[in-house]
């Protein structure tokens, strides 16, 4: 059968954009709604608060190992082993899409891992910083999540992922109770994402059925090759994250990808009126088929806290009402202090513009504003600045020294 697979659009964003981001993702909402996904890339105006001294920290890969549940069909299952008999030789060179799922479906089970790492509570950002510079860490509390107050967005913190090769995995999951999510790349190989929109889920579970397996779309038990997915008719969507990029995922969204090569990324969960508008926050405890949602019940959000008259006032003081160069400041009945917003210009996609994407497979790149000259094509991505373009000139010395051992330390 033919496939049903397109990238999703890319969207440049200006730093105005940037420091009102929620609200910027809200305009664009659609995208989302249609896609599960959208890219973003920055400009040069934009200001990022990146760390910039460093701490060394060992990294041990997960002990995840990859085995296929059926000689039929490229779908995987994957196992937390107690430990690795021998170490596994990880090849050196960037992998590509082709080489990647053909290494995976031809390989001994015994020898294939995912070869990830995992930080939660753990920042490539400030904290602390010039409300001019993105900062990862106020994005739950500029989301509907400050509707719960200093107790739920607390629960919400920037989770580093260490890729530590060609070929790293991760596997198939969605975001905590099914909220959005954004994620950061910050250096090294590019990262192949897999989208597959929430409209999409019953007809995967039903893949999975078949099989008689018990694997839980939501928890990282699974990976699936596309070609099943495009012989199955299940529709879904592809991005290629580079250094520098910010790839937003929508509400119940199921994510699977790999590496190229080795590289950082860092992502943290938000929320947008519609994760209870239109019923992601309750959706998200009936489709766990695992354990881990009894495990994390203790750290489940009360959606009774998101009453639908404080969701109109987010919309109309945070999202909707945002002009040139005002700060709109909202406290709601229980004075519950809420983050003080910026305020932006931006482009809304309607459904129409939605549509006429669906009719190529190529990548559609949408520009917010002019960011490169009337003598380029219209077409051309726009390159963002290397990371190390926001450390010091000490710190630019240090990398090319010693670019080796950078790979494996972690700001502080």
Known sequence: MSSIWMDVPTLQVNENQLQNFVS???????????????????????????????????????NEQIVKINSDENIYSLHEVDHIDEPIQQSSLMIDEHDFWSSLSSSSNKQRFTNTSTLPNKSFFQKKIHPSHFNIHRLPEQSLLQLGGNKVTQQFVPCIKRAHGPGSISQMTTAKQHLFSIDYHHEGGARHWYIIPHYQRKSLQKIINRHNSSCCLDHGQILIDPSVLDNNRIRYHRIIQRSNELVVISAGTLTQSFTENANWSESI???????????????????????????????VIDITLFRHELIQKYITFNLSNITDDKSISLKDDKNMDMDTISTQNTTTINSSNVENMMQTNEELIIPLEPIVPPSQSSSTT???????????????NKSVDNNAQLQYEVLE
């Open 24 to 62: 910027f993702i809200y305009k664009n909402e659609q995208i989302l709604k249609e896609f599960g996904a959208m890219k973003i890339q920055l400009n040069d105006s934009c200001k990022l608060s990146l760390k910039k001294r460093r701490n060394n920290l060992i990294l041990v890969p997960n």
């Open 269 to 299: 969960e938000f929320a947008l009126p519609s994760w209870i508008e239109d019923g992601h926050a309750n959706a998200s405890i009936s489709s766990c088929r695992c354990n881990a949602f009894q495990d994390s019940s203790r750290n």
């Open 382 to 396: 726009w390159v963002t600045p290397s990371i190390s373009s926001y450390f010091s000139e000490e710190d630019k």
